[in-house]
């Protein structure tokens, strides 16, 4: 079976990892930019960090065969600081143009404040100056319609995008369907122990179809599992789902909201 993992923080990942998703299928792997685990000091913090992505991670992944792509932003996480955050702001576009940068993200809200919305207002500016893919992170729990809703009005109200050029990422029952019928594309990200099982993630797939949806494990700092797109595939297969059913939502879906960046190779 075949997929993508669209959405992996693979510096958080040791190289067995690489080596168990390549042999479980994956083709691809693509890192958005995010928090590091603890808040970084300043803005060379976040230089460094853009530089691992953009040069050190692919090289490492190559060593497995496994074409690396990113994605550069200031995590929401670390969006309080307004300071730091407009210092970090600039020095995004120096990283835009690196051959493995898909676009800006992870962007979004963490705890739906104003210095967090006032940032993300910025990084689609940002985006869409620069004519970026955008991949947004959702809060989590209580909060995630209440910033869903946020984030959805604050991409309409920028006028040069285009929703079919954005990802929502973490999206779950109570937001799905307002992501997929303002025209975005949705992402479900699948955790043992918070956003997203598998059998949910099927059970969504089931209910809304496989138009503009992908799926992603995270694979963070925190409890979460590499290989959980191939486990959501075993899922759909149980289920009865063809195999072209699966190889949609797996592995042609993010390949097509990808290839709109003309950096994206499809892999063969």
């Not at 973490?170 to 975005?184: A, C």
Request: aromatic share 8%; net charge negative.
């Amino acid at each position: 079976m075949r997929y993508i993992e669209p959405h992996g923080h693979m510096v958080s990942r040791t190289t067995d990892d690489y080596q168990a998703m390549v042999t479980s299928g994956c083709a691809a792997v693509c890192e958005p930019a995010f928090w590091a685990g603890f808040d970084r000091g300043g803005p060379e913090s976040f230089r460094d960090y853009f530089s691992q992505l953009t040069e050190h991670e692919p090289r490492r992944a190559a060593k497995f065969g496994l074409p690396h792509y990113s994605w550069i932003c200031l995590n929401p996480k670390e969006a309080e600081d307004l300071g730091l955050a407009r210092e970090v702001l600039t020095i995004i576009p120096e990283f835009l143009d690196r051959p493995n940068v898909l676009g800006v993200g992870e962007i979004g809200l963490n705890k739906n404040s104003r210095n967090e919305l006032q940032v993300l207002e910025r990084h689609i500016e940002l985006a869409a100056e620069h004519d970026q893919l955008i991949l947004v992170h959702t809060p989590h729990l209580e909060d995630k319609r209440k910033g869903t809703r946020l984030i959805l009005d604050a991409l309409a109200a920028e006028s040069r995008i285009r929703p079919e050029r954005c990802i929502i990422d973490h999206v779950e029952e109570h937001t799905i369907r307002m992501v997929l019928d303002e025209g975005y594309w949705a992402g479900m990200t699948l955790y043992p122990e918070s956003k997203c099982s598998a059998a949910r993630a099927v059970d969504m797939l089931e209910i809304y179809g496989t138009e503009r949806i992908w799926m992603n494990s995270a694979c963070d700092w925190g409890v979460s599992v590499p290989k959980a797109v191939p486990y959501a595939m075993l899922e759909m297969r149980l289920r009865g789902h063809d195999p072209d059913w699966i190889d949609r939502v797996a592995f042609r879906n993010p390949s097509a909201f990808m290839s709109q960046c003309s950096r994206f190779r499809i892999p063969e």
